[in-house]
């Protein structure tokens, strides 16, 4: 049972939350600077979660293909594709085949916002939400097609790679809708490329949620960059 104080503590806890929550077009926003919708408020679970979360921030594009979708989707989706006749690689000519496509991507990507990310043999297209979708959106944005014609083109002509789309959210809203949200756009994209002429059999689509910040929730401009879509393009092995 509870003593006095901690009863006491307990209770200048919850009226400094709610006293610290102001609105925001409809949201609520706590003193972590996390945003809810009205009548629900962030527990202590919540924000420890929030802090942590915070911890990795700047460490989450370039994360390994595989990490989000699961390793295993991965090696199955490779299998197939080169049981299919798609063809996979080997040796120095993985190495070989993604320097090519990180070079043509480099150069088609120039001007475009899109900022290309290498970790050993997987690449990675970072597209910021300047390019790809608004606040609470998954509707790409009318300048997302030119850019998105460009990584069309040159994944149609690098065939042998899976490619990973992972859709990513700011903090605002719960877990839970947030999550939605991601592999909404993922999906978006996912259908921009197939409709491109890109293999959809190549295509992983998964969506992380706001677990995976690369500037702090805290700000405006911080928000606007963890709203975005990942694209990793991963060799095909023999």
Request: aromatic share 4%; net charge neutral; charged share 20%.
């Amino acid at each position: 049972m509870k003593n006095p104080t901690q009863t006491l503590l307990t209770t200048a806890v919850l009226v400094a939350l709610l006293a610290g929550c102001q609105s925001t077009g409809g949201y609520q926003r706590s003193n972590s600077g996390a945003y809810y919708p009205p009548n629900q408020q962030e527990t202590e679970e919540q924000r420890m979660s929030r802090t942590q979360k915070g911890a990795l921030i700047g460490a989450a594009v370039g994360v390994v293909a595989g990490l989000l979708s699961g390793s295993d989707a991965t090696e199955r989706r490779q299998r197939a594709l080169v049981g299919a006749g798609v063809g996979g690689l080997t040796g120095g000519a993985i190495g070989r085949y993604q320097d090519n496509q990180e070079r043509d991507l480099r150069a088609r990507m120039q001007g475009t916002g899109v900022n290309v990310v290498r970790q050993g043999d997987n690449i990675t297209l970072d597209m910021p939400e300047a390019i790809t979708f608004g606040f609470d959106s998954a509707v790409l944005r009318s300048n997302a097609n030119a850019a998105l014609d460009r990584v069309a083109d040159t994944l149609v002509q690098y065939d042998q790679t899976i490619i990973e789309v992972a859709g990513h959210t700011d903090s605002v809203g719960t877990d839970a809708y947030n999550q939605r949200l991601s592999e909404q756009r993922a999906t978006a994209v996912g259908n921009f490329l197939g409709s491109r002429g890109v293999n959809r059999e190549r295509l992983i689509l998964t969506g992380a949620g706001e677990q995976y910040p690369v500037a702090s929730n805290d700000t405006d401009a911080g928000r606007a960059k963890n709203r975005r879509v990942e694209i990793t393009l991963v060799p095909l092995r023999n």
